[in-house]
C-alpha cells in the first residue's frame, strides 16, 4: 500500500502527515525514475549513489552475517553492524529532520468526538528476505508499538530522529507462576528482567537484541515524533516457528509475595511480571511504500 493510498483509506490527518514526509520528495523519486532509465540502457548494475552508500554497506553486510535461521551473529559482525549502523544519518534512507512531520511540536493526536484515540504508527520496509529484513518505523508523539518477542531472532535498532522511550525484558529461565490475585487471560505470569526503561534520543547507538538476551521482549512509546531503522533477522515466520507474541508486564512486588520469590526492595526494582495477551489494538500499523534510495542486490560493499 502507498502513502497516497493509506491517506485516502483513512482520510485522518497522521496518515497525511507520513505522506507528506514523502522521503525527500520529488529529489527521491527523481533519483529513482533516473535509476530505472539506467538500468534499460546498461546490461551493467547501477552503482549506488553517495546518499545511499550507506545503506548499500548495511545490506552487503547483513547478506554476509545472517546466515539464516537458527543462526546468531558472531561478536565481530554485531561490531560490523553497530558501527554502520552508529554512522548512519536519516538522510542515507530519504528522511530528514526538517521534515515536518518530525516537527516536536507537531500534535499527531487523533480526536474522533471529543476524546483521543492512540496515535498510529507505520513502516516501510526498504528489504525483505528470508535471512533478514531492513524496516522503517514511524511513531508519532504517544504512539507505541507495545511489548513483543522476537523468537530466535537478532535485531538491532537504530534511532534516526526523534525521542523513544524503549523497555525491555528478558524472561528468567524455569520461572513460571500462575495466580489468581488478578483476572488473567492467561492465568499465568512470567518472571522477566529488566534490561532497559530510558529515553532515548537521536543520534545515539544503536541497540541489539539477541534470542534470549539483551532486552529480547521489549516496547517502543514516542516521546516525540521519531523513525527507528530496524535490521532483524531472521524476520518473523510463523510456518518457521518465530511468530510475534504480546505482552503485559506487572510491577515485580504485585505477585512476589504470593509465589514465595520475594526478593528485596532494590533488587526487585530489576525485575517485573509478564503475561502474554492477544494482540493490542495499538499494534495495528500502516504499511507505506519505501521510497527512499534503494539497494542494489548485486551490488558492492563500501565498507
Given at each position: 500500500?502507498?502513502?497516497?493510498?493509506?491517506?485516502?483509506?483513512?482520510?485522518?490527518?497522521?496518515?497525511?502527515?507520513?505522506?507528506?514526509?514523502?522521503?525527500?520528495?520529488?529529489?527521491?523519486?527523481?533519483r529513482?525514475?533516473?535509476?530505472?532509465?539506467?538500468?534499460?540502457?546498461?546490461?551493467s548494475?547501477?552503482?549506488?549513489?553517495?546518499?545511499?552508500?550507506?545503506?548499500?554497506n548495511?545490506?552487503?553486510?547483513?547478506?554476509?552475517v545472517?546466515?539464516?535461521?537458527?543462526t546468531?551473529?558472531?561478536?565481530?559482525?554485531?561490531?560490523?553492524?553497530?558501527?554502520?549502523?552508529?554512522?548512519?544519518?536519516?538522510?542515507?534512507?530519504?528522511?530528514?529532520s526538517?521534515?515536518?512531520?518530525f516537527?516536536?511540536?507537531?500534535n499527531?493526536?487523533?480526536?474522533?468526538?471529543?476524546?483521543?484515540?492512540?496515535?498510529?504508527?507505520?513502516?516501510?520496509?526498504?528489504?525483505?528476505s528470508?535471512?533478514?529484513?531492513?524496516?522503517?518505523?514511524?511513531?508519532?508523539?504517544?504512539?507505541?508499538?507495545?511489548?513483543?518477542?522476537?523468537?530466535?531472532?537478532?535485531?538491532?535498532?537504530?534511532?534516526?530522529?526523534?525521542?523513544?522511550?524503549?523497555?525491555?525484558?528478558?524472561?528468567?529461565?524455569?520461572?513460571?507462576?500462575?495466580?489468581?490475585?488478578?483476572?488473567?487471560?492467561?492465568?499465568?505470569?512470567?518472571?522477566?528482567?529488566?534490561?532497559?526503561?530510558?529515553?532515548y534520543?537521536?543520534?545515539?547507538?544503536?541497540?541489539?537484541?539477541?534470542?534470549?538476551?539483551?532486552?529480547?521482549?521489549?516496547?517502543?512509546?514516542?516521546?516525540t515524533?521519531?523513525?527507528?531503522?530496524?535490521?532483524?533477522?531472521?524476520?518473523?515466520?510463523?510456518?518457521?516457528?518465530r511468530?510475534c507474541?504480546?505482552?503485559?508486564?506487572?510491577?515485580?512486588?504485585d505477585?512476589?509475595?504470593?509465589?514465595?520469590?520475594?526478593?528485596?526492595?532494590?533488587?526487585?526494582?530489576?525485575?517485573?511480571?509478564?503475561?502474554?495477551?492477544?494482540?493490542?489494538?495499538e499494534?495495528?500499523?500502516?504499511?507505506?511504500?519505501?521510497?527512499?534510495?534503494?539497494?542494489?542486490?548485486?551490488?558492492?560493499?563500501?565498507?
Open positions: 500500500m502507498t502513502i497516497e493510498a493509506v491517506a485516502e483509506a483513512r482520510s485522518d490527518p497522521m496518515a497525511r502527515q507520513v505522506k507528506r514526509a514523502g522521503y525527500a520528495g520529488r529529489s527521491v523519486v527523481e529513482k525514475r533516473g535509476y530505472k532509465k539506467k538500468v534499460k540502457r546498461s546490461s548494475p547501477p552503482q549506488p549513489s553517495s546518499a545511499s552508500m550507506a545503506l548499500q548495511l545490506f552487503q553486510s547483513c547478506k554476509d545472517f546466515k539464516g535461521p537458527g546468531i551473529p558472531l561478536p565481530p559482525d554485531v561490531d560490523r553492524l553497530c558501527h554502520i549502523l552508529d554512522n548512519m544519518q536519516p538522510e542515507d534512507v530519504g528522511l530528514s526538517k521534515l515536518q512531520y516537527n516536536p511540536n507537531n499527531n493526536a487523533l480526536v474522533v468526538q471529543g476524546t483521543v484515540n492512540h496515535p498510529r504508527v507505520s513502516y516501510t520496509t526498504i528489504y525483505q528470508t535471512n533478514f529484513s531492513l524496516y522503517i518505523f514511524f511513531l508519532p508523539a504517544g504512539g507505541v508499538i507495545p511489548l513483543h518477542n522476537h523468537p530466535g531472532m537478532t535485531v538491532f535498532s537504530k534511532l534516526l530522529l526523534g525521542e523513544v522511550h524503549i523497555k525491555s525484558y528478558d524472561l528468567v529461565d524455569c520461572q513460571q507462576a500462575s495466580s489468581s490475585k488478578r483476572d488473567f487471560s492467561v492465568q499465568a505470569v512470567r518472571l522477566a528482567r529488566l534490561v532497559a526503561d530510558k529515553v534520543e537521536a543520534p545515539c547507538d544503536t541497540s541489539v537484541l539477541y534470542p534470549t538476551t539483551g532486552g529480547n521482549i521489549h516496547q517502543f512509546k514516542a516521546v515524533p521519531c523513525a527507528i531503522l530496524d535490521v532483524l533477522g531472521p524476520p518473523y515466520s510463523r510456518e518457521d516457528g511468530d507474541s504480546y505482552y503485559r508486564d506487572f510491577p515485580y512486588q505477585f512476589s509475595r504470593e509465589e514465595g520469590t520475594l526478593m528485596a526492595e532494590e533488587e526487585g526494582r530489576e525485575y517485573g511480571w509478564l503475561e502474554e495477551v492477544e494482540m493490542p489494538e499494534s495495528q500499523m500502516d504499511g507505506i511504500e519505501y521510497l527512499g534510495p534503494q539497494v542494489v542486490e548485486n551490488g558492492t560493499c563500501f565498507c
